[in-house]
């Protein structure tokens, strides 16, 4: 199995990526921190992946010592899949978030309804990451499985 994961979060990028490798086999994972260099390695290379783990809030541009990332975007996850419907990319996506509601007031559970009626094709379902617990790692498991 091959997974795109677009993250910008490092501390939530590296327990996402080390439970997946716990729990299977022949799994590879390539890493992406923004929406442009996600968006990027999705279109390029779509054909090479099987599920997409997509963050919905994230920077523009990768950040780095020259760069701040450009604009925040609260909804990137959502502009990512509405680009896979316009491109007839058909990976499958799984959101995996922090968030409860974003910075133009939606809320998770409206965002998912919206995301299943829109990308029906696409959207798998999300997962409401927390380091508090760890009750997001069956929810990962069982759409990783069904996806």
Do not use: C
Not at 13 to 38: L, M, P, R
Not at 112 to 119: G, P, R
């Amino acid at each position: 199995m091959k997974i795109l994961f677009i993250e910008d979060h490092p501390r939530k990028q590296a327990q996402i990526i080390e439970y997946v490798n716990s729990k299977f086999k022949d799994v590879e994972i390539i890493t992406k921190n923004s929406y442009i260099s996600g968006l990027r390695e999705l279109i390029t290379n779509n054909d090479k992946y099987n599920i997409l783990l997509l963050d919905i809030s994230m920077p523009n541009y990768d950040i780095s010592s020259e760069d701040n990332g450009g604009d925040w975007m609260p909804l990137a996850g959502k502009k990512i899949l509405q680009q896979m419907y316009l491109r007839d990319i058909p990976t499958k996506a799984i959101v995996v978030t922090m968030h409860g509601s974003f910075d133009d007031g939606t809320k998770i559970t409206e965002l998912d309804n919206q995301l299943k009626e829109e990308f029906t094709d696409n959207y798998a379902g999300y997962v409401f990451y927390t380091q508090i617990n760890e009750e997001w790692q069956d929810k990962l498991f069982n759409l990783l499985k069904s996806t």
